[in-house]
């Protein structure tokens, strides 16, 4: 029996990356979070400690910056896909790259009617992310967003469920689902419109929300994988993580008042969380490290 170093990666994580496209006096910018990790032979360092092949931390972070400016930016899947090669392209122990980047969604200011040429305000919590994977030569695409806050004030309904001594849940045929949907959907292919798919999926997930009569957020959550899947062939699958922000009706009815589901009191945690992926029975299951879940 032995000991040996398992998988490992290393990188610099969330190097905060503003740009601004002065080309015209309309800037624009970009305000992104990067992370990058690389993978390979790393053994020496782990077992001796000589660094020989570990291009250090700082450097991806400098690297982050340079290319930032060697070239636009542009879409998110594009400059993870350029970081990552670069670094797999040019230091030979490096195999494999992640590059997870989250972007913040910035609008212009109105003034007067029209948006501000150089003044902007954070739209909301919601972020862009995407997660790329380059394995020697190939290159894998898990994109998505985080935090999109949906409300259905009716239209929602939570009954049918095992009684057991511990419960005290009153079934419900009307009440507000609420939830922060984060999803990350994975492509077949690179040669993908990455803006384009990003907002057809985001207005799919958001209507598919808003249509489906739902018995539970589990079905939601399901109707709502299933709309995107249907409308993108590039379109692997589809996770998505949904905590349940539940509002629950206030007891008015201590005060002689009645409460037709129109005051509720919000709570913040505990919180149920439901998770799950649709995907399509035909394409082979991806590792879980493309999804830049915890495991490596
Ligand atoms: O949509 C729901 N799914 C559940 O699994 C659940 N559990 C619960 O207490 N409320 C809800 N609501």
Redesign the pocket.
């Known amino acids: 029996m032995g000991i040996v170093m398992g998988p490992n990666q290393y990188g610099k994580a969330e190097c905060r990356l503003v740009t601004v496209n002065r080309d015209t006096e309309r800037h624009s910018i970009k305000d992104l979070n990067v992370s990058t990790s690389l993978r390979g032979d790393f053994d020496e360092t782990h077992l001796t400690g000589d660094n020989s092949s570990v291009l250090p931390t700082d450097t991806q972070k400098n690297t982050v910056y340079a290319k930032a400016k060697e070239a636009p930016v542009g879409e998110i899947e594009d400059f993870a896909l350029r970081l990552g090669r670069h670094f797999v392209d040019t230091q030979e122990p490096v195999r494999g790259a992640r590059v997870l980047i989250d972007e913040y969604a910035w609008e212009r200011i109105p003034v007067g009617g029209a948006g501000h040429d150089h003044a902007f305000s954070r739209a909301n919590d919601e972020k862009r992310t995407t997660a790329v994977t380059i394995d020697g030569s190939r290159a894998h695409v898990v994109s998505g967003l985080k935090d999109m806050v949906v409300l259905k004030s009716t239209g929602?309904e939570?009954w049918g469920?095992p009684k057991d001594q511990y419960t005290t849940?009153a079934e419900t045929e009307d009440r507000i689902?609420a939830t922060a949907v984060t999803a990350r959907w994975r492509y077949l292919s690179t040669d993908v419109d990455w803006a384009k798919s990003f907002e057809a999926i985001r207005s799919t997930m958001l209507e598919a929300f808003a249509t489906t009569h739902?018995?539970?957020?589990?079905?939601?959550l399901y109707e709502m994988g299933r709309a995107v899947l249907e409308q993108q062939p590039r379109v692997a699958e589809i996770r998505m993580s949904l905590p349940?922000k539940?509002n629950f009706r206030y007891d008015l009815e201590r005060f002689g008042l009645d409460n037709n589901n129109e005051v509720f009191i919000a709570a913040d945690r505990p919180y149920?969380l439901?998770e799950g992926t649709v995907t399509r029975d035909d394409v082979e299951a991806a590792p879980a490290a493309w999804y830049s879940l915890p495991e490596f």
Not at 214 to 220: D, E, H, I, K, V
């Open positions: 929602s939570f469920y849940l689902l739902s018995y539970a957020l589990q079905q939601s349940n539940h149920g439901i």
